[in-house]
């Protein structure tokens, strides 16, 4: 049932994409933001307090609905298992604007591609060349297609029901609402953010191997294991660089960042990003979901012979 439903949501996200930043990221960034409001006392135990409300009651209650409806018909079941998915994932929440900036790019129109991925990833690209950008844009869509594909679906098969797309969505989302400025202290953030590094911790993992199986192991597994401890956001390092090595591509590097020249660590081996690297990056992300369907159909054949 996990992966007719996994098929079928990426069916249908194709036919209907969804306006993810509407639907999903806004409304249930409102409602984190007023229990913050309402429970935000600075304190740790408040953090907790928090994303009980805003994440566990919720996966809750739809592990309660989804037991209830698999027990009138498996078919009622299946159906919110479509529905979670549908509001949780997709390749149409970063898929868009890769394209588009691709495309610009290919057509020699530099600032348009500076426009796009400035809407995007919402960062300044004031004085961004070809290359800058082609090295933004696949350290974007590396880590778009962890946290809204493989991630959510690691957690999908891992729990009952849609409860662990929902687990994962929403603590995403309480993990960058509740995030604090650089410099700042404040310990009711610190619950959220740790709660997620161990929800993540698997899934980083599980990503970027399946970045090194389906593209250049020995670099992939060399750039992960050298190379992620420089990044600032390690963690997520861990999927970058993986790619990056899988790809033979070098990212990270210093960019223009508000007209001042940033310090990033380097990512990856080989030749310098560009257009026909963001082609192959697409390839990479799709030969990777193209293995998680077979895994998950050979687990599931196990199931059945079983």
Same mark, same amino acid.
Request: glycine share 10%; proline share 4%.
């Given at each position: 049932?996990?992966?007719?439903?996994?098929?079928?949501?990426?069916?249908?996200?194709?036919?209907?994409?969804?306006?993810?930043?509407?639907?999903?990221?806004?409304?249930?960034? !409102?409602?984190?933001?007023?229990?913050?409001?309402? $429970?935000?006392?600075?304190?740790?135990?408040? %953090?907790?307090? =928090?994303? #009980? *409300?805003?994440?566990?009651?919720?996966?809750?209650?739809?592990?309660?609905?989804?037991?209830?409806?698999?027990?009138?018909?498996?078919?009622?079941?299946?159906?919110?298992?479509?529905?979670?998915?549908?509001?949780?994932?997709?390749?149409?929440?970063?898929?868009?604007?890769?394209?588009?900036?691709?495309?610009?790019?290919?057509?020699?129109?530099?600032?348009?591609?500076?426009?796009?991925?400035?809407?995007?990833?919402?960062?300044?690209?004031?004085?961004?060349?070809?290359?800058?950008?082609?090295?933004?844009?696949?350290?974007?869509?590396?880590? !778009?297609?962890?946290?809204?594909?493989?991630?959510? $679906?690691?957690?999908?098969?891992?729990?009952? %029901?849609?409860? =662990?797309? #929902? *687990?994962?969505?929403?603590?995403?989302?309480?993990?960058?609402?509740?995030?604090?400025?650089?410099?700042?202290?404040?310990?009711?953030?610190?619950?959220?953010?740790?709660?997620?590094?161990?929800?993540?911790?698997?899934?980083?993992?599980?990503?970027?191997?399946?970045?090194?199986?389906?593209?250049?192991?020995?670099?992939?597994?060399?750039?992960?294991?050298?190379?992620?401890?420089?990044?600032?956001?390690?963690?997520?390092?861990?999927?970058?660089?993986?790619?990056?090595?899988?790809?033979?591509?070098?990212?990270?590097?210093?960019?223009?960042?508000?007209?001042?020249?940033?310090?990033?660590?380097?990512?990856?081996?080989?030749?310098?990003?560009?257009?026909?690297?963001?082609?192959?990056?697409?390839?990479?992300?799709?030969?990777?979901?193209?293995?998680?369907?077979?895994?998950?159909?050979?687990?599931?054949?196990?199931?059945?012979?079983?």
């Amino acid at each position: 049932m996990s992966l007719i439903s996994l098929i079928a949501v990426f069916l249908i996200e194709q036919i209907r994409p969804l306006d993810y930043r509407r639907v999903v990221a806004e409304p249930i960034g !409102a409602w984190a933001d007023y229990i913050e409001s309402r $429970v935000n006392a600075g304190a740790w135990r408040h %953090g907790l307090l =928090g994303w #009980l *409300l805003v994440v566990g009651l919720p996966v809750v209650l739809l592990g309660a609905l989804y037991a209830l409806l698999y027990a009138l018909n498996p078919l009622f079941g299946w159906a919110l298992n479509v529905v979670v998915l549908y509001l949780t994932m997709g390749f149409r929440q970063f898929s868009h604007h890769y394209t588009e900036i691709q495309l610009a790019l290919r057509l020699g129109d530099l600032d348009r591609a500076r426009q796009l991925l400035g809407e995007w990833q919402g960062r300044s690209t004031q004085g961004l060349n070809s290359s800058d950008i082609a090295r933004l844009s696949i350290e974007g869509a590396l880590a !778009a297609s962890h946290r809204h594909v493989f991630a959510v $679906v690691l957690w999908f098969v891992l729990l009952p %029901g849609p409860c =662990g797309a #929902l *687990l994962y969505r929403l603590s995403a989302i309480v993990r960058e609402r509740w995030a604090l400025p650089t410099g700042e202290a404040n310990e009711f953030s610190q619950f959220p953010k740790w709660i997620f590094s161990i929800i993540d911790w698997l899934p980083l993992r599980a990503t970027a191997s399946a970045f090194a199986v389906v593209g250049d192991f020995e670099d992939a597994a060399y750039c992960w294991r050298t190379q992620p401890a420089n990044w600032p956001d390690k963690e997520m390092g861990i999927v970058i660089a993986s790619g990056a090595g899988a790809l033979g591509v070098r990212l990270g590097n210093p960019v223009v960042d508000d007209g001042e020249l940033s310090d990033r660590a380097e990512l990856g081996l080989g030749d310098e990003a560009d257009v026909d690297f963001m082609q192959s990056a697409v390839g990479l992300v799709w030969r990777a979901t193209v293995l998680w369907m077979l895994l998950l159909f050979l687990l599931g054949l196990a199931s059945l012979v079983g």
